[in-house]
């Protein structure tokens, strides 16, 4: 038993708290069926079907030399969300595209299309392939929306250094806001239009995208029937996996909250399960999406207890116990306290048993990162105690990534790959490579940009805002745009580093998909904690099938 004296109570009345909005769902998916287990049973046979008739389409477009038709096959799939299914097919069909160097070099939309499918796929695709489409004044354009749509879509897919698709972007951001303003589109292209203004489609979250474009391509004249009969049903298989998913860990929460006083911390365990199916939405991936979900529950209460709730020196007793894994330490902390960290210690000690019991050879870094988090939070709590302002962005950057959490989701999605992923690919992400820095970035400053003003009506950290107003002596409105400048650089080092390609593709495609869940997830506003922002997109997802 430790001999330390113990800490000065501090009663329910005298804490620091902040008042969250309640959750939007609450048990809503302990009762919610999507589908009768005979609908879901004959959904899967009929999409079974489907799936074959679709593979036969992709097969005789990888056999046909209509270059245009296997790209625009292959963009379909993707947006439509049933690439998953045939990714050998693609691959090839991929390759094939490649090796024809000619790539419609004449025309723009062709050219932006490879460009843009190529690079998305870790091919090192040169930008000068746009150096022919320059007009008399240099610039790059088109007259045709559909055109302009995908040259800047693709020229999102920049590195540093790219001058012509820097400049692409900036000169067509200015068209397509000028189309919009002279509202003569119709509905269909205005949507189009203003989607790809807010969020480029590289940067888009997948399933979220694919519950949009299933509603676009239904319109569309040249649509393929079985193509989008088997898109429907796809989604409507994997939305009943999420909700008994969901269902599941409604179970589990509520039993961790019916043994804790959790009135100080944000209920958010349906988003962050949406959260954590931004980065693996595959059907055969259910339990690492509900292991992350945990981790990621767990992380929100330690952050919250640190933040908004718990002394500095019950923020440092906690620390030391999370370090040493020793409840004894915790003795001295009030009772909630003690209990909420037996529970943790308890659930990471199940879910790491759970990923031995799955032959998992990474089973031990649930518990490493979940202890590096606490730590990375603590650490918050000393700057801020010590009101630390950093002398400017990059070393505020240095010492606040770790805490964005973006590294600990990037590597809990590798380790739930299996085997693909290997130790020195784990060890690898701990030492943030460019592409987990990029990441944080956006992840960090995407987050300090929409929490700015509500946070620091309260005692905070310094953000980056803040840290760059000082820095430069400029307004909340100039610093948040110069700091969209450095979330538009560290995009660009995350696809060099898929275009480099130094680790397998689906390793780097996780790290892609936690950056863009961080982009959605602050886009407008911090939509995690002020989740009602959210709810029509999770329902669109998991409750009102297609």
């Known amino acids: 038993m430790t001999t330390s004296s113990p800490v000065p109570l501090v009663s329910q009345m005298q804490r620091k708290q902040l008042t969250y909005t309640p959750s939007p769902w609450g048990d809503f998916f302990l009762e919610h069926i999507p589908c009768t287990p005979s609908q879901f049973l004959s959904m899967k046979e009929r999409a079974q079907s489907k799936k074959e008739q679709v593979r036969q389409i992709v097969l005789e477009t990888v056999a046909t030399s209509n270059l245009i038709q296997k790209m625009e096959l292959v963009d379909t799939m993707q947006r439509i969300g049933l690439d998953y299914h045939y990714k050998k097919e693609i691959n090839d069909l991929l390759c094939s595209v490649y090796d024809d160097k000619d790539g ?55 590195t540093r250094g790219e001058d012509i698709l ?16 002279l509202e003569n589109l119709g509905p269909e292209q205005q949507d189009e239009v203003q989607c790809t203004l807010e969020t480029p489609r590289f940067r888009r979250v997948k399933r979220v995208e694919t519950r949009r474009y299933i509603s676009v391509y239904e319109k569309k004249a040249t ?12 989604y409507n298989i994997l939305q009943a996996i999420y909700c008994d998913e969901l269902k599941e860990l409604t179970v589990w929460w509520k039993d961790f909250q019916s043994r804790i006083d959790l009135c100080f911390t944000r209920d958010r365990m349906v988003e962050l399960h949406f959260w954590m199916l931004g980065v693996l939405f595959e059907p055969y991936q259910s ?8 981790f990621y529950i767990i992380m929100t209460l330690i952050d919250d207890l640190y933040d908004n709730y718990g002394t500095t020196e019950e923020s440092d007793i906690f620390t030391a116990a999370m370090e040493r894994w020793d409840e004894e330490i915790t003795e001295q902390l009030p009772t909630y306290i003690k209990a909420l960290f037996i529970n943790i210690r308890n659930t990471t000690n199940k879910i790491e048993e759970e990923l031995r019991h799955k032959k998992n050879k990474h089973a031990e870094l649930f518990k490493k990162l979940v202890i590096d988090m606490a730590k990375n939070y603590h650490a918050e709590v000393k ?14 950057l240095q010492i606040s990534l770790p805490s964005s959490g973006c590294m600990h989701m990037t590597n809990l999605g590798f380790i739930s790959l299996g085997d693909v992923t290997t130790k020195e690919d784990v060890e690898w992400a701990l030492t943030f490579p460019k592409i987990i820095r990029g990441v944080c970035i956006v992840g960090r400053v995407g987050n300090d940009i929409v929490s700015h ?37 560290a995009w660009m080092d995350i696809v060099e580093e898929c275009i480099e390609h130094k680790r397998p593709m689906a390793l780097l495609e996780v790290a892609v998909n936690v950056a863009r869940t961080m982009d959605f997830m602050y886009k407008s506003e911090d939509a995690f904690t002020l989740s009602f922002s959210l709810k029509n997109t999770i329902a669109s997802i998991y409750v009102n099938s297609v």
Not at 287 to 294: E, L, S
Not at 383 to 396: A, Q
Not at 465 to 482: D, L, P
Request: hydrophobic share 35%.
């Open 287 to 294: 339990y690492p999406r509900q292991m992350m979900t945990k």
């Open 223 to 234: 649509r393929d029937a079985t193509i989008l009969e088997f898109a429907k049903l796809d």
């Open 104 to 158: 419609g070099s004449d025309n723009l939309y062709i050219t932006s299309l490879r460009f843009y499918l190529l690079r998305k796929h870790g091919y090192g695709v040169s930008s000068d392939v746009f150096e022919k489409f320059r007009d008399e004044q240099g610039n790059i354009s088109s007259d045709d929306v559909s055109c302009l749509l995908m040259l800047y879509d693709a020229a999102h897919l920049r």
């Open 453 to 489: 003003e509500r946070e620091q009506a309260k005692e905070h950290v310094v953000s980056t805002v803040q840290t760059y107003m000082n820095q430069y002596e400029v307004t909340v409105e100039e610093a948040n745009k110069m700091l969209k400048v450095i979330i538009e650089e």
């Open 166 to 181: 820097d400049n692409i972007i900036t000169f067509n951001k200015s068209h397509l806001q000028s189309l919009l303003l």
């Open 383 to 396: 700057w801020r105690d010590e009101h630390f302002i950093p002398t400017n962005v990059e070393e505020h």
